[in-house]
């Protein structure tokens, strides 16, 4: 493929996009993989909205490492981190796509 190809399908953004994970008063928090800390923050709250609407967030850490996550529960149960939206809760695949 050439690089006007590769732009038109998203290679070439894709290597923009970080990790951010955002802590709920609730004890876990949201995943969210997104191009700027803008574009995160609106995903985390659109997915706080939606699957914790009690909870407040109580923190925020830009380029977590998905590895320093909890293991017994957030690992196992996200979605791909490489792709844009929110990774935990799962919502970024299948039927929940952002």
Same mark, same amino acid.
């Given at each position: 493929?050439?690089?006007?190809?590769?732009?038109?399908?998203?290679?070439?953004?894709?290597?923009?996009?970080?990790?951010?994970?955002?802590?709920? @008063?609730?004890?876990?928090?949201?995943?969210?993989?997104?191009?700027?800390?803008?574009?995160? %923050?609106?995903?985390?709250? *659109?997915? %706080?909205? %939606?699957?914790?609407?009690?909870?407040?967030?109580?923190?925020?850490?830009? &380029?977590? &490492?998905? @590895?320093?996550? *909890?293991?017994?529960?957030?690992?196992?149960?996200? @979605?791909?981190?490489?792709? %844009?939206?929110?990774?935990?809760?799962?919502?970024?695949?299948? &039927?929940?796509?952002?």
């Amino acid at each position: 493929m050439n690089k006007p190809e590769l732009e038109k399908i998203g290679i070439e953004g894709a290597r923009a996009l970080r990790r951010f994970w955002f802590p709920l @008063s609730t004890g876990i928090g949201i995943g969210v993989t997104a191009a700027t800390e803008a574009e995160a %923050r609106t995903l985390a709250e *659109d997915a %706080r909205e %939606r699957c914790f609407p009690g909870a407040q967030f109580t923190g925020f850490v830009p &380029d977590i &490492d998905f @590895s320093a996550l *909890d293991q017994n529960h957030v690992v196992p149960n996200a @979605s791909p981190v490489v792709v %844009r939206g929110v990774w935990y809760p799962k919502l970024n695949h299948g &039927d929940n796509v952002n």
